[in-house]
């Protein structure tokens, strides 16, 4: 993979369009949509010397690693207290055991989300409420959310999606109106604000995902939940660890949820670069803005919209290609050795493991045009000029080309 940009690198050749001064690259024959090599190749040798540090310690479950990372997390999140688990899902399920979900409670989530936001409530015998999303930003709306609060309401899950917060004032006011906990699901926005709060600052508790694609990604699972009171830290932990305390004797029915301490060693290396893959992730956001402009694309594609009262760290870089040329431009794109994806083809209202809670197409308008127009490119922090010119080139001959007849 390094391979790709020495080449690239190598062969110095002038840039079309517009240059902002990244690297310089050649032509391109293929971008991937996502290329995890790039970003970890040039910390290898950091990366081997902290597992060789776990290995000689011999602790590789509540080695120091875990709670150093535990640390840097709470400073980017300005939170009093972090806890380590094995997955973003895991955090969900914990931030909901916390606070004693149970069945018959009732857990508003948005519908345009990963799938994990919503089945940590169903596994707690507790029903997921879906809402709509604000169709610029796709993040809860906050007029849905207030519509759909009943007497059985005890917790939102706001989704920073795609690496921009949720309207977090609006969503706070809501719920302290209503005395409902928050529960921020910041699997793809560590690191983001809203107002200059960071994302996990907001709610009571706020989990996050180390899942590879994520912008602190590891290499496997991992996640974790912060919080600012003490007590609910507390309970989290030990709900983490079977609920035992102390040894071999069990308080609550907890599960075994555990961030590995080579997990934790790895993610340490990378978070020293998670402000500049946030900020390499908004450069390619702003060039992809530049160059759609300045090829007249941006009548036809519609760009994700930038909130201004947000940090965002661009975890994903999604267009909308309207009027049911979706599918034919991810295929055109595809065909051309670009990579795409579809962020989330299916709204979790239409899963059929949701079949009995009662929704029907129609239901949530946005989330279902977002879920049929939404196009994702790639904007990972190593993408180079060349690449992007790429891939906004492929859509342009799309839309000049057969293909975007026959799709009409
Ligand atoms: C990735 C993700 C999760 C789950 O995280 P895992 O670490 O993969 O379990 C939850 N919610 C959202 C919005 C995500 O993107």
Known sequence: MTDRIDRNVASGKELKGVSLGGPVSGPVSSVPMLDVGRGNGPLKQEFMA???????????????????????????????????????????????????????????????????????????????????????????????????????????????????????????????????????????AIGAAWDDRPAGAWGQMGCLSFYPTKNLGGMGDGGMLVCQDEALASKIRLLASHGMQPRYYHKLVGINSRLDTIQAAILGVKMAHLESYAQARGAHAQRYKELFEAGRMTDIVQLPMKHPKGKHVWNQYGIRVPFGRRDALKAHLQQRGIGCEIYYPVPLHMQECFSDLGYSVGCLPHTEAAAREILHLPVYPELTEGEQDAVVEGIEAFYMSGAFRRAA
């Open 50 to 188: 902290a597992i060789e540090r776990v290995i000689d310690s011999g602790r590789f479950l509540h080695g120091p690693e875990v709670g150093e990372l535990e640390r840097t997390v709470n400073e980017v999140c300005g939170t009093a207290h972090a806890i380590g688990c094995a997955s973003g899902s895991d955090a969900l399920l914990l931030a909901l055991m916390a606070i004693d979900i149970e069945p018959g409670d009732e857990v508003i989530v948005p519908s345009f989300t990963f799938f994990a936001t919503a089945s940590a409530v169903s596994r707690l015998g507790a029903e997921p409420v879906f809402v709509d999303i604000d169709p610029l930003t796709y993040n809860m709306d906050p007029v849905s959310l207030e519509q759909s609060i009943t007497s059985r309401t005890r917790a939102i899950i706001p989704v920073h999606l795609f690496g921009q917060c949720a309207a977090m004032d609006k969503i706070c006011e809501i719920a302290n109106k209503h005395d409902l906990v928050v529960i921020e699901d910041a699997a793809q």
